[in-house]
């Protein structure tokens, strides 16, 4: 079981139960964050970190993947923190945007949405009693990206993610491949017009080869035509080269969307997997 982590933060989290947006400061900068404890406030719950996509928020987070219906619904506490406005691109942007800072800032004293993610953490151990083996990271595309990444810069924290219409890119920027197609497996797709074949540095970040490997369940539609579905069979084909536990589940067809049955689709995965 992981120990209290000695991050610096202040603001609070209320002991009450419902939906509330709170502010924590992390590294002098206020940071909105948004919270759903449900109504039969459970002690030892799971914690669920559900991660917007670019230019959205926290809350619309919540409503559109079904994570403030999961709280509820199983038991869990979510949180759903926003991104900040950032003023350069990088390999997921052209320029300034509302974003997860990612690559290639990997220093988790000094990324400020990781600090943060480490105070949402500590204050849901503080004032919830979460159950620390069960810390779980859920996003759609920038989200999604940002999953895979605090799953791997904090995995003696995070147990398990699942990304939604994100992945692992290994061109030079995720707008590179454009590719589109049908099928329900990677295997499908490979062999498809257009499909692509990027070999350079992993983008947000580089799997462990060593250690812990978080387990993740990989969501995209097949043709999305902002993240391509290439990245996330690159994700898949990248976890099976290197021991890890995956689920893929590609729509067909689909585009750049996340449906309002995602978290509960990613909670059927992330479930019964703990740190070990």
């Known amino acids: 079981i992981p120990g209290d982590d000695p991050v610096v933060y202040s603001g609070a989290f209320p002991a009450r139960t419902g939906r509330f947006s709170v502010t924590l400061t992390v590294l002098a900068e206020r940071r909105s964050v948004n919270v759903v404890v449900p109504r039969t406030n459970p002690t030892n719950a799971p914690l669920v970190l559900a991660f ?10 919540l409503d559109e993947s079904g994570a403030a219906a999961l709280a509820d619904q199983q038991n869990v506490i979510v949180v759903a923190p926003t991104s900040r406005w950032l003023p350069t691109g990088d390999f997921d942007h052209d320029g300034a945007e509302t974003y997860w800072e990612t690559a290639p800032n990997w220093d988790v004293d000094r990324n400020q ?11 849901a151990r503080r004032v919830y009693r979460i159950d620390p083996t069960r810390v779980y990271a859920i996003g759609h595309s920038n989200g999604g990206f940002f999953s895979l990444f605090v799953s791997q810069l904090l995995r003696d924290r995070v147990a398990a993610f699942s990304e939604n219409a994100g992945g692992l890119v290994r061109c030079t920027r995720r707008a590179a491949c454009g590719f589109q197609g ?7 797709l490979q062999g498809q017009r257009g499909w692509c ?12 080869t060593s250690g812990r490997r978080p387990p993740g369940q990989l969501v995209h539609g ?11 069979c690159a994700l898949e084909s990248r976890m099976r ?3 890890y536990t995956w689920q893929t589940l590609l729509a067909s067809g689909e585009g750049h969307v996340v449906s309002t049955s995602y978290a509960q689709t990613a909670w059927t995965f992330l479930a019964p997997l703990r740190l070990q």
């Open 197 to 208: 074949n990027c070999t350079g540095p992993e983008l947000p970040v580089a799997l462990a």
């Open 241 to 243: 080269e290197l021991g």
């Open 52 to 61: 917007h996509g670019t230019n959205g928020d926290g809350n619309v987070m």
């Open 113 to 123: 949405d990781v600090v943060l993610v480490r105070a949402i953490i500590q204050e």
């Open 182 to 188: 049908t099928g329900t497996t990677c295997a499908a």
């Open 222 to 232: 097949t043709a999305d035509p902002l993240v391509s579905v290439y990245y996330t």
